[in-house]
């Protein structure tokens, strides 16, 4: 993703596209999209990392963390624009503010996953990423990394008895 962000690397960019693009994609059909849909949603998704690589932070998240909030929050764009609210579910008046308060909670929870996250070895953080961030299924985490479901379950397991740990 560097060479992406500093030298708008191609080569560099079709092996994260190649990677990740498919793994969007089938987020997006469980999350509700039809292929095609998903598949349109998928490409703006990964000319997003493109245009916007020199924003990742590696130190903040991982790159699928990053990519996956990215389609997550393009997802809820694109339901945004196509729900059709009815005249009651409109809301007259201008909204209240978050409490400030619930606002700094809330970043500083996050900041602490996120720090957590980082905190886990490499094995545990990949398939927490995967299965939570990659909304993949045990079983597709087993396929596409070779290793037993057991294996899986137990690290799963493990990482989120220590998350929960870091978080209290």
């Not at 201008?94 to 905190?119: C, F, G, R, S, T």
């Not at 137990?154 to 990482?159: D, E, I």
Request: charged share 30%.
């Amino acid at each position: 993703m560097k060479r992406v962000a500093k030298n708008q690397d191609q080569a560099a960019f079709q092996i994260i596209f190649e990677h990740f693009a498919p793994r969007v994609k089938s987020f997006l059909i469980k999350s509700g999209f039809d292929k095609n849909q998903a598949e349109e949603c998928a490409q703006d998704v990964m000319a997003t990392v493109w245009q916007k690589s020199q924003m990742f932070d590696g130190s903040r998240a991982a790159l699928s963390t990053w990519i996956f909030t990215i389609a997550r929050n393009r997802r809820i764009d694109l339901l945004r624009k196509t729900k059709h609210l009815e005249p009651e579910d409109l809301h007259w008046g201008p909204e209240q503010e978050p409490d400030q308060e619930d606002v700094y909670a809330v970043q500083e929870l996050q900041d602490q996953l996120d720090n957590a996250i980082k905190d886990l070895p490499a094995k545990q953080r990949e398939l927490i990423e995967r299965v939570y961030f990659g909304d993949l299924s045990h079983a597709e985490v087993s396929v596409q990394t070779g290793l037993p479901l057991g294996t899986i379950k137990s690290r799963l397991r493990l990482a989120l008895e220590k998350l929960r740990r870091a978080l209290k």
